[in-house]
C-alpha cells in the first residue's frame, strides 16, 4: 500500500488527523515519508535552494561565521554545525570561503545534523569523512561554542492550523471526503453542548469518521488572533519553536552564535502557508503524500521568542537581501565576473535570484540567535 492509502485507511479506522501528524508523515514514514526515500534537490529536482543558485550565498556565511569565531576569542575547538544541511553544498562552499583563515578551519569540528538517509549519502559523496553526522542536535557534544547555520529547517517543521469560525475557533485536520479521498474538515476547539464531530472545510467533503476528541482551549492561538474575521487561518508551530529553544540553550550553555535563513513571516500574520512542492510546481498535498516536499512558512517571531525566553540573545529579522547585501554580495559577484566574463549575465540572474523583491530576497528572512556576550556581525543590537 503506498503512503496515500495507508493515510487513507488508518483515518478510516481511527477518525481524521491534525495537519501536523499528516505533515510528518508525509516527510519522515519510514517506507515511503519524502524525505526518507526521494529528496531531490536542485534544478532537475523539485526544488531549489540559495545554495544551489549560487556559490556567492555559502561563501558570504563562510566569511561570516569567520567574523563571529574571532569575535568569539577564536575558540579550539568549536562546533560548526548545519542543521539541515541538503546535499551539502552549503557546507561546501562555507569551507572554501574559510580557507581565508586557516585557524578556523583547523579549530572547527564540522557536524551535520541531518535525519534523510539519502541526504546523508549525498553530503558524504561531497563532504567526504570530514563531517560527523547526528539525527538531533542535541546529539552533537557540548563542551565547546557553537557556530551553527541552518537553511530552509524551520519550514519543514510541521504547524497546527486554527480556522476562525463564527463561534470561535476550530482546528483543520484531514479526514475522508465522501468520495474516499482525503479532505480537510475543522474540528471546534470548544465543541458545542451537543457535541460535534468534524466538520467539512473549503467545500472539502465531510469525514467519513467520527472526530477525534478536541483538541483543547484556544490559548494554542496568539491572542493577535482574536480579531480575525471568519475563515482566517492562523499557523502555530510548537516545532520551529522547540528548535529554537534547543539552540538557544545550547548557546547560553556553550557559547556561540545560530544563523536561521528560511522564506516566512518576520511579523503575527494570519494565511495558510502549507503547501507541495513537486517539479518546482505547487500540488495538492492531500494527492501527493510522501511523493512532493511539504512545507510552512517559518514564523520568525515565535522563533526569536522562544529563543529568548530560553536565555538566547536574538537579533533584529532582517530579509535575505539585506543580510547578502550587508556581506557584501555586489562585491563578491563584480569580482566573480571579472574573472569569468563569459559568465556574467549567469551570475547577473543569480544575483536577482537571491536579492530579488519578488525572488528570495524578501521571502526569505535572517534571524541570529547568540550567547549573551556575544555581538555578532550584523546583529550587534541583538536583545
Known sequence: MSLLERLKAQIAHDGPIAVPEFFTRCLHDPRDGYYATRPDLGAGGDFITAPLVSQMFGELIGLWMVETWTRLGRPAPFRLVEMGPGDGTLMSDLLRAARVAPDFLEAADVWLVEVSEPLKARQAERLGDRPRWASRLDEVPGGAPMILVANELLDCLPARQFVRVQDGWAERVIGLGADGELA??????????RGGGVRAADGGGSPAAPASPPSGPSDHLPLWGEDLAAGAVVETSPAQAAIASDIAHRLGIDGGAALLIDYGRAQPEAGDTLQAIQNHQKVDPLKTAGLADLTVWADFPSVVAAAREAGAKAGPILTQAQFLLALGILDRAEALAARQPEKTEQIGRQL????????????????CLCSPDLSPPLFEDAT
Open 352 to 367: 536577482d535570484r537571491l536579492l530579488g523583491e519578488a525572488q528570495m530576497g524578501s521571502l526569505f528572512k535572517v534571524a
Open 184 to 193: 480537510f474538515g475543522l474540528r471546534p476547539l470548544n465543541p458545542p453542548p
